[in-house]
T-cell receptor, first 108, second 113 residues
Framework: GQQVMQIPQYQHVQEGEDFTTYCNSS?????IQWYKQRPGGHPVFLIQ?????EVKKQKRLTFQFGEAKKNSSLHITATQTTDVGTYFC????????FGKGITLSVRP | EADIYQTPRYLVIGTGKKITLECSQT?????MYWYQQDPGMELHLIHYSYGVNSTEKGDLSSESTVSRIRTEHFPLTLESARPSHTSQYLCASRGTGRNTEAFFGQGTRLTVV
């Protein structure tokens, strides 16, 4: 199946700092999805990327799919305390398996 | 708001008991999934289904079983609960076609004592 890897698992930033995390696969992905899970909550879909090199923005969040479709990045500009949570990527084949996620904490 | 529901939300049960966690969705989605997640940890896929009468085991070995007799219903059963089953169980569904985002239920937090 399509396995995706996310490293590191935890990151702490000062409010206002930028944050970038990556999702990597050893195989070419047909598409990739990103989800956010707030503490105590359930994962919520953020975005899907399909095309090689695709870039999508949601307010302060920028998502990119690599040219080889083997990696993806999530960049948050000027983090806020509302960005706290765990961000998961998933190789969205039928099986829908997730990376380990990165838990972001933001110091006010 | 996603139309996918899990019951119960919380369950405390004794070792050896049989339990069924319910998951229902009203979106007509073919694909449904069960994940096990410890607090702050990764999502482990334990079962999934592509449609009625289709069930597959996921990546994490699980002593649970599932059934998919109706499109909207995907229950998870533990024949004999053990303390090692203590975890959160999340159910999700996806449609087919271009828009394939997964919708998650609120989860069932299971404690086996």
């Amino acid at each position: 199946g399509q396995q995706v890897m996310q490293i590191p698992q935890y990151q702490h930033v000062q409010e206002g700092e930028d944050f970038t995390t990556y999702c990597n696969s050893s195989t070419t992905l047909s598409n990739i999805q990103w989800y956010k899970q707030r503490p105590g909550g359930h994962p919520v879909f953020l975005i899907q990327l399909v095309k090689s090199g695709e870039v999508k923005k949601q307010k302060r969040l920028t998502f990119q799919f690599g040219e080889a479709k083997k990696n993806s990045s999530l960049h948050i500009t000027a983090t806020q305390t509302t960005d706290v949570g765990t961000y998961f990527c998933a190789g969205a084949n039928s099986k829908l398996t997730f990376g380990k996620g990165i838990t972001l904490s933001v110091r006010p | 708001e996603a139309d996918i529901y899990q019951t119960p939300r919380y369950l405390v049960i004794g070792t050896g008991k049989k339990i069924t966690l319910e998951c229902s969705q009203t979106m007509g989605h073919d694909k449904m999934y069960w994940y096990q997640q410890d607090p702050g940890m990764e999502l482990h896929l334990i079962h999934y289904s592509y449609g009625v009468n289709s069930t597959e085991k996921g990546d994490l070995s699980s002593e649970s079983t599932v059934s998919r007799i109706r499109t909207e219903h995907f229950p998870l059963t533990l024949e004999s609960a053990r303390p090692s089953h203590t975890s959160q169980y999340l159910c999700a569904s996806r449609g087919t076609g271009r828009n394939t985002e997964a919708f998650f239920g609120q989860g069932t937090r299971l404690t086996v004592v």
